[in-house]
């Protein structure tokens, strides 16, 4: 079985500030870990992944996140927020070792990011 | 990277009516699509499997002949919501899975409204 933690609903954060979202995660074998963003009314946009080499992952829009094996966590950070990086921010996992698992992809309850200018 | 459309963004129906919303992977070939339902403010609930040539693989709970999905091409999935009534209402999201990439790219949703 597979699961994601999100455990903050909403992470408020001032302009210019780092922002964290916090993420950890469950799975069976060695996990494939995402990281997406949504605005308001429309689909998920892809920030990140982690497969597999280097703990930090960089992504779109200056975001990255670190790969902690021991402490099973992926926390998404970006070291000064924008206002427009206002949204719902989901972190998703899928188990590695099974097969054609995408279905399977696991996501969590989703964390509001509101950046104040 | 790559792009999956979904149409129409917004529907309104009545109730008792049927809607079709359509998932296409723009630049890709995609043999298995996803079908996403989203409450608001909540994370996105599978609702089913659709493979290209074959029957779509629903998740526990979800009503086979209420949510139609036909996978007629590599490119192309339907979702169609029958008879549907107000509790239907809902954000619809698909997703396609592009092999070469490795990872799954979602379309922008439809907002059904049934009234």
Redesign the interface.
Same mark, same amino acid.
């Given at each position: 079985a597979q699961s994601v933690a999100q455990p903050e609903d909403q992470v408020n954060v001032a302009e210019g500030n780092p922002l964290t979202v916090k993420c950890t995660y469950s799975v069976s074998g060695n996990p494939y870990l995402f990281w997406y963003v949504q605005y308001p009314n429309r689909g998920l946009q892809f920030l990140l992944k982690y497969i597999t080499g280097d703990n930090l992952v960089k992504g779109s829009y200056g975001f990255e996140a670190e790969f902690n094996k021991s402490q099973t966590s992926f926390h998404l950070k970006k070291p000064s927020a924008l206002v427009s990086d206002s949204a719902l921010y989901f972190c998703a996992v899928r188990d590695a070792s099974t097969t054609d698992s995408w279905g399977k992809l696991q996501f969590g309850a989703g964390t509001q990011v509101v950046v104040t200018p | 990277?790559a792009v999956?459309s979904?149409h129409p963004?917004w529907v309104i129906c009545k109730s008792g009516t049927s809607v079709k919303i359509e998932c296409r992977s723009l630049d890709f070939q995609a043999t !298995?699509m =996803?079908w996403y339902r989203q409450f608001p403010?909540? /994370? @996105?609930m599978?609702m089913a !499997?659709s493979n290209e040539g074959s029957k779509a !693989?629903y998740e526990q709970g979800v009503e086979k002949d209420k949510f139609l999905i036909n996978h007629a091409s590599l490119t192309l999935s339907t979702l169609t919501v029958t008879s549907a009534h107000p509790e239907d209402s809902s =954000?619809y999201?698909c /997703?396609a899975?592009d092999r070469g990439a490795?990872? @799954?790219?979602?379309?922008?949703?439809s907002?059904l409204t049934v009234l």
């Amino acid at each position: 079985a597979q699961s994601v933690a999100q455990p903050e609903d909403q992470v408020n954060v001032a302009e210019g500030n780092p922002l964290t979202v916090k993420c950890t995660y469950s799975v069976s074998g060695n996990p494939y870990l995402f990281w997406y963003v949504q605005y308001p009314n429309r689909g998920l946009q892809f920030l990140l992944k982690y497969i597999t080499g280097d703990n930090l992952v960089k992504g779109s829009y200056g975001f990255e996140a670190e790969f902690n094996k021991s402490q099973t966590s992926f926390h998404l950070k970006k070291p000064s927020a924008l206002v427009s990086d206002s949204a719902l921010y989901f972190c998703a996992v899928r188990d590695a070792s099974t097969t054609d698992s995408w279905g399977k992809l696991q996501f969590g309850a989703g964390t509001q990011v509101v950046v104040t200018p | 990277g790559a792009v999956v459309s979904q149409h129409p963004s917004w529907v309104i129906c009545k109730s008792g009516t049927s809607v079709k919303i359509e998932c296409r992977s723009l630049d890709f070939q995609a043999t !298995t699509m =996803f079908w996403y339902r989203q409450f608001p403010k909540q /994370s @996105l609930m599978l609702m089913a !499997t659709s493979n290209e040539g074959s029957k779509a !693989t629903y998740e526990q709970g979800v009503e086979k002949d209420k949510f139609l999905i036909n996978h007629a091409s590599l490119t192309l999935s339907t979702l169609t919501v029958t008879s549907a009534h107000p509790e239907d209402s809902s =954000f619809y999201i698909c /997703s396609a899975r592009d092999r070469g990439a490795g990872e @799954l790219f979602f379309g922008e949703g439809s907002r059904l409204t049934v009234l």
